[in-house]
């Protein structure tokens, strides 16, 4: 009991070890995306603050003064804007722990348990990040020369300098080689390197950002302005005059729209790859899975099974648990006389004939290049039931798919070194003259006893795979969806700010005749083109990213790239969204200012 027990709270251990690393991951995509606001709030500030600047350094000021100043205020705001997240964070976690004890979670009522690292991580982490951010803008601060006290107010349609653009170039390389090397080195350090690369390319991609501003504006904006008359002229033309600002703002979305689409094409491209292997792997007419496919098949339903008349050939697959190099790995058999009647191996190298010759096993393409085995390499194998120690040859490697994965040995074989032997799918092919929906309704009959199995045709099955990568997508689009959201409140946030900063400019359109109304608009749709740039930014390296993930796993099955373009459509319709949303208080704000004294700022 206490052997169980212990296993229990480990396998707990464990769930809760890799949700906190998924947590972790998605918590650092959500600084990396706030990051991008900090950056752009402090660049506008420091713009708007030019003539003060200037001034301050006319009477005396160094530039190390400037440049301490400005971390200094970075450094304040850090410490308030973490402390607030963290009590907000607590308080969540309060509210999300009383939530699931009182859905019957298994939960117990109990307070939650705060440690105070978590406290002093939570404030290091945000007031360092919120420091860091203000580097760039705190430099260029310190550079405002005094003579910039009696010039107008600083304009922000800078052009990109060539080493600008050099360095963009350069880290984004330095990214894609990080991504390549993450997912075809095979090393340890996989993970680091395709966070680090990944971190390369955003930095790379987002300092590059501002030369595709203009044209995308500019395209975007033609059936804006053919839409919305002055009002969309003046959008397009405010999106496409600080071009640097705007691919700041939409940097930020852009990381979460690429996430979200690299996702979805991955999971659309596995849906496509296991349709593909399905149709080209399995023969058999029906298939015998445990309830969510856990679970092992007793040989009484096997038989019981089989006494059907709807089905002429019935046999099954069994696993086991065996010790390769060291390492616990699964293993299936098959009876050698038969199983190419039911499913088909798809052959990398070998004979797939040669299953019932002695002693051989056959691996997949994954475990043969992991180990830099080959056809006719032998391999110690330990099966633990038996405790017996085998010299195995390999007779064949294998593409892995849905059905066939891991290592694979004959059913006699099997049943010799495994005292408790477990079946994992039960295949049939139906009888002569049987419909195929008659043959899968008596299956389902047959399976009345056995409530924690089911029975599946090749479509079903195929849909419960789908059911499964979707099911994980949207849990994963729930983070990512955070990220977006937080890159709205950035868009939110720029164009509030550029509202006090265009305070004149919007002072002398109301005076000349713009209305509210156009006002509103205006603001609206600029917000709508931010929004836009980012989503184009996005689902092209999205899909970028997508299939080199796709092509970089098409060992373990993934063979087909396959674009959800509706899914595209339905993420254009949300940046649509987004930009309207985003834009609601700055256009108030922008609609409500008085003429006169906007006309009179300096």
């Not at 002072?507 to 917000?527: C, F, K, P, Y």
Request: overall charge neutral.
């Amino acid at each position: 009991e206490a052997t169980v027990i212990g296993q229990q709270v480990s396998g707990i251990d464990s769930f809760f070890s890799i949700l906190r690393t998924i947590l972790l991951v998605f918590a650092l995509i959500a600084l990396f995306v706030g990051s991008y606001i900090i950056i752009n709030t402090f660049s506008i500030l420091i713009a708007q603050r030019t003539r003060e600047l200037a001034l301050l350094r006319a009477l005396g000021a160094t530039q190390g003064q400037v440049f301490r100043m400005v971390l200094a205020e970075a450094l304040l705001t850090g410490i308030v804007a973490s402390a607030v997240g963290v009590l907000a964070g607590l308080g969540l976690a309060h509210l999300l722990y009383s939530a699931l004890s009182s859905l019957g979670s298994g939960l117990p009522k109990a307070d939650v348990s705060v440690q105070t690292s978590t406290v002093i991580i939570g404030l290091v982490l945000g007031t360092a990040i919120t420091v860091f951010a203000s580097v760039l803008p705190a430099r260029r601060a310190s550079r405002v020369a005094p003579v910039e006290a009696i010039r107008e107010a600083a304009d922000q349609a800078h052009p990109l300098g060539t080493r600008r653009i050099m360095v963009g170039l350069l880290v984004s390389l330095l990214g894609g080689v990080g991504i390549a090397l993450g997912l075809f080195a095979g090393t340890s350090l996989a993970f680091q390197l395709l966070g680090l690369g990944a971190l390369l390319l955003y930095l790379g991609i987002s300092s590059l950002a501002p030369l595709t501003v203009v044209p995308i504006a500019s395209v975007l904006g033609v059936p804006i302005e053919r839409l919305r008359g002055v009002p969309g002229k003046l959008a397009r033309t405010n999106a496409m005059r600080a071009p640097r600002r705007a691919a700041s703002t939409s940097a930020a979305l852009m990381i979460g729209v690429s996430l979200v689409v690299g996702i979805a094409v991955l999971t659309e491209s596995a849906k496509a790859s296991t349709q593909v292997a399905l149709q080209q792997a399995v023969k058999a007419d029906y298939m015998v899975f445990a309830s969510g496919g856990q679970g092992a098949i007793s040989p009484a339903t096997t038989a019981a099974v089989a006494k059907d008349a709807h089905f002429s050939r019935v046999d099954d697959l069994k696993s086991g648990t065996i010790l390769v190099g060291g390492s616990s790995t699964s293993v299936f058999a098959a009876n050698p006389a038969d199983y190419q009647d039911f499913f088909t191996l798809d052959v990398a190298s070998g004979d797939a004939a040669s299953l019932g010759d002695p002693d051989t096993i056959f691996l997949d393409e994954t475990e043969a290049s992991n180990h830099g085995w080959h056809v006719g390499d032998t391999i110690n194998v330990t099966f633990p039931q038996s405790g017996a120690v085998v010299r195995e040859r390999i007779g064949c490697v294998f593409n892995p798919n849905a059905i066939t994965t891991g290592y694979m040995i004959s059913s006699q074989q099997y049943l010799k070194q495994f005292s408790e032997p477990q079946t994992f799918i039960i295949l049939l092919r139906a009888a002569p003259g049987v419909a195929h929906a008659a043959g899968l309704a008596a299956l389902t009959q047959d399976l009345t006893a056995y409530p924690t199995l089911k029975a599946y045709d090749a479509a079903s099955f195929l849909a419960l795979q789908s059911q499964s990568l979707d099911q994980l997508t949207s849990a994963v689009d729930v983070f990512l969806v955070m990220a977006i959201v937080i890159a709205s409140l950035g868009i939110v946030n720029t164009l509030a700010l550029s509202i006090i900063e265009r305070s004149r400019e919007l002072g002398l359109l109301r005076a000349i005749g713009l209305t509210r109304s156009q006002t509103r608009t205006m603001v609206r749709w600029e917000s709508v083109l931010i929004a836009f740039i980012g989503l184009i930014l996005g689902v092209v390296v999205g899909i970028a990213l997508g299939v080199a993930v796709v092509r970089a796993l098409a060992f373990t099955g993934l063979g087909h790239i396959a674009v959800p373009f509706g899914a595209l459509l339905w993420y254009a319709v949300g940046a649509l969204i987004i930009g309207l949303l985003a834009a609601i208080l700055p256009a108030r704000r922008a609609a409500r200012l008085d003429v006169l004294q906007a006309v009179s700022t300096e």
